[in-house]
């Protein structure tokens, strides 16, 4: 198992990185995420999970452990595989998946392309106990996941969908992570 890479970034996509590790080119699999935390940098550290299939080796990397984390759960999921999940992690922020599968909001998860709603509730169902170890390490990293929950759903009852305040909540989020659900609320309804 290749835990990590790390090298001199040689081309970069928003769908893949080449990184040149010791003159052996590797080209890794990334999500959205990644892409824009590493697309500037010369050379980066990517965490790695392979997929080994008879016809093909398949090699995934992410900028965080947290994100990698949250993939090979997603992978574990029947009808997941490494592309769906790596989709699921470009349309929605590793906080984003934990809190939908914590608070069970199927239409967030089906919100995504290709993910319809019996994949959404299976992966509901089959992550909901498991990714509580990885839900304290991400929300650590901002406003717990709870007051974006609380905000999505007041949102939603005042009719948003929950597509058009996802990103903005992790973003209201991040700007002022002390703030309660009201006040992200009203800021919320100020943006949109």
Not at 17 to 32: F, H, K, Q, R, S
């Amino acid at each position: 198992m290749i835990y990590y890479i790390e090298g001199k970034l040689t081309e970069v996509t928003p769908t893949y990185a080449v990184l040149d590790c010791a003159g052996v080119g590797y080209l890794v699999n990334i999500t959205l995420s990644t892409y824009s935390n590493i697309c500037a940098k010369p050379s980066v550290k990517l965490f790695t999970h392979a997929i080994y299939k008879e016809d093909s080796q398949t090699l995934f990397g992410f900028n965080a452990k947290s994100e990698r984390d949250i993939f090979i759960q997603l992978i574990s999921v029947s009808g997941v595989g490494g592309n769906t999940a790596r989709v699921i992690l470009s349309s929605l922020s590793s906080e984003e998946v934990i809190s939908a599968i914590s608070s069970e909001n199927v239409r967030l998860l089906q919100s995504i392309k290709g993910i319809g709603a019996k994949t959404a509730q299976r992966i509901i169902i089959d992550l909901k106990d498991k990714v509580t170890g990885i839900e304290t390490s991400i929300t650590t990293m901002g406003a717990p996941a709870g007051v974006k929950v609380e905000a999505a759903s007041a949102l939603e009852v005042l009719g948003y969908t929950p597509k058009q305040t996802e990103r903005l909540l992790v973003q209201l989020t991040g700007e002022t992570p002390d703030a309660g659900v009201e006040e992200i609320i009203k800021q919320a309804l100020k943006r949109l």
